[in-house]
């Protein structure tokens, strides 16, 4: 979608200042956020990119004004609705009304399952990869209103094939609930130039990970 | 730090947010309470950028260690002990005299957990993904980070599953320096492109 969140090249967002003695989190609720997220992950009800799909659909007045870990929790809140876990009135009270609808990710699992996490390459099931390092591509003119993971910057820019990286779960789908659709995923490589015009470097580069369905 | 002036207000408020949001959790079979300390403890103590300064010390120390890095990263870090979320698939990036590697994500957060931890909050402000991909020499300029006008700047955009971790040039002088001397040379920052290693 053309969200909020796809704003690589937008001005206007001020300085960065970082801060060296930054401590892990900012509030104890944060460490809460943090784990409680990653927990209830752990329980499999919904892939990265559904949960990348709650956080970044929303207005972008609100999208702007949450702090990192309170746009975590909304897109938890978001997910366990449109998934049909939760409703709006179970998470305002903080009371289930139904039984337990998951088994979660237990203690004992929890670094197993850390340390395994989920690799996203997938067999390719006899398709070759259309590009080949060293091809000239051109970014297609994608703009659904779901998700997907080409940036704007790259939409209609060409650039190189710089590497191959395999057959990738394709976000688009994968938002949807679906694991295995799988599509090749190119590293693609522009003259930042070409996408930014004379306020980039003459001899930098831009290089963004793009899956074959974006690509002509 | 940027981005955050509304949070002190909103403290209680999010506290008690989290608070009925973890007991639903419970009840509904999405959480094991006890699964949040261990999720906490891994990425508190055992997981975070001391993992990826081995990585950087063994490949400026070892050339076959650094080929291997070149060849199949995911491979190289995962046979170190380092796997796991947020670090399935790895590519390393060599930075040179001639091109320095700059790491965002302009679209959300990734970056590779498994060798890093979880990533500072100016990786995940809204400046630093928006400006990375557009202006990186004054993104440099910010973490204090001037480059010869000779050096070319390759961001790196993490928009799949694919992480990136760059490998900082190592500083003249340290010829006599074993691994774990390297080590303390090798920051956080170093990894992601936003300072040089041996920078104070």
Known sequence: MNGPHDIGGRDGFGPINPDPDEPLFHAPWERHAMAMVVAAGGAGKWTIDESR???????????????????????????????????????????????????PLAADQVVPALMRGSPYDRDPQGRAPAFAVGDRVRVRNLQPRGHIRMPAYVRNQTGTITAVHGCHVFPDTSAKGDRDTAHWLYNVTFAARDLFGERAGEKDEVSVDLWEPYLE | MPHDHHDHSHLDD?????????????????????????????????????????????????????????????????????AGRQGEHITAVFNTPEQ???????????????????????????????????????????????????TAIRVWD???????????????????????????????DSMIGTALAGAA
């Open chain 1, 53 to 103: 799909f709650a956080r970044e659909n929303r207005d972008p007045a609100e999208y702007y004004g949450l702090s990192y870990y309170q746009l975590w929790l909304r897109g938890l809140e978001q997910l366990l609705q449109t998934k049909g876990l939760a409703t709006a009135e179970e998470i305002a009270s903080g009371q289930a009304a139904t039984a337990p609808v998951a088994t």
């Open chain 2, 100 to 150: 320095h590697n700059l790491v965002v994500c302009t679209l959300c957060s990734c970056y590779p957990w498994s060798v890093l931890g979880l990533p500072p909050t100016w990786y995940k402000s809204t400046p630093y993904r928006a400006r990375a991909v557009s202006e990186p020499r004054a993104v440099l300029g910010e973490f204090g980070v001037t480059l010869p006008d000779s």
């Open chain 2, 14 to 82: 999010e506290t008690a947010r989290v608070m009925a949001l973890e007991k639903l959790l419970a009840d509904k079979g999405l959480i094991d309470p006890a699964a949040l300390d261990v999720i906490l403890d891994t990425y508190e103590t055992k997981v975070g950028p001391r993992n990826g300064a081995k990585v950087v010390a063994r490949a400026w120390s070892d050339p076959d260690f650094a080929q291997a890095l070149k060849d199949d990263a995911t491979t190289a870090i995962h046979d170190m002990g380092f």
């Open chain 2, 158 to 188: 993490s928009t799949a599953e694919m992480r990136y971790l760059v490998i900082p040039m190592r500083p003249e002088g340290t010829e006599g320096l074993g691994e774990e001397e390297l080590e303390a040379l090798v920051s956080r």
